[in-house]
């Protein structure tokens, strides 16, 4: 696609193989991005490389775990090899964990729960840093959840991984935004349809609560208009 509002940018999506990841990466796509696709799951990642192609769009796949920090350097590499800047970062990628009290949390599960929540999303900071710079507006979107903020019993695990990561995300913002274009914002995309939400929420009737694809068209929408350092929102 040589047209639409995001022609000729490049964005890097977390996350990407499913749920508002996947949806996200088609909605970038279809406003004209290239986008450069990531998760575990190198099925899942081609079927929404062919959406996007579907869609006019273009993209690349590049499956990996972001728990390997070693492999999130590698990525950044092989990105900066073939484009001078990254101008959409959507740390979308994320695990629960189990829900249970405080004192009952599996301190091996957490460990597991903080490296992908906040440890790799340092290091995709920190990796794709010099691209972000390079270029012309970028924006850095984190999704996050309504438990970082707001303590939840049963939650605590997961709620302080998110808090963690807003932190972290926020305060690059700060560092950034009077030396650089580059601006971050976090979105929870509140109650959505997605395969973490069931395990959650066994119960839920799926149908009651929203499809990615409206979180996704919201997150596009930051990505085409900006938006001011620290922005915050959540969807519906």
């Known amino acids: 696609m040589t047209d639409g509002p995001l022609a000729g940018r490049l964005a890097l999506v977390t996350g990407a193989s499913r749920g508002i990841g996947a949806a996200t990466a088609i909605a970038l796509g279809r406003a004209g991005a290239h986008v450069v696709l990531t998760a575990r799951t190198a ?3 081609e079927e929404v490389e062919d959406a996007i192609y579907d869609a006019g769009g273009s993209a690349t796949i ?3 775990d972001l728990t390997e920090t070693d492999g999130v350097a590698r990525l950044a590499t092989a990105i900066s090899e073939r484009w001078q800047a990254l101008d959409m970062l959507v740390l979308n990628a994320g695990m629960l964990g189990s829900l249970s009290a405080v004192p009952a949390i599996d301190m091996k599960e957490l460990a597991q729960v903080l490296t992908l929540n906040v440890s790799a999303q ?3 900071i920190a990796s794709f840093d010099p691209m972000l710079r390079r270029s012309e507006g970028a924006r850095v979107i984190g999704v996050t959840s309504s438990v970082g903020r707001t303590p939840r019993a049963y939650w605590g695990g997961y709620g302080a991984s998110k808090a963690a990561f807003e932190t972290l995300l926020a305060a690059y913002g ?3 935004k ?8 976090i979105v929870d995309p509140g109650a959505t349809r997605t395969k973490m939400r069931a395990r959650a929420y066994p119960g ?3 149908a009651s609560v929203k499809a990615p694809d409206v979180v996704a068209e919201r997150i596009a929408a930051l ?3 900006g938006f001011e350092a620290g922005h915050f ?3 519906g």
């Open 122 to 124: 340092a290091a995709l």
């Open 233 to 235: 929102e959540r969807v």
């Open 178 to 185: 009077n030396i650089s274009k580059v601006r971050t914002a």
């Open 62 to 64: 590049a499956p990996l």
């Open 174 to 176: 700060e560092e950034m």
């Open 223 to 225: 990505c085409i208009d």
């Open 204 to 206: 839920e009737d799926p």
């Open 43 to 45: 099925g899942g990642l």
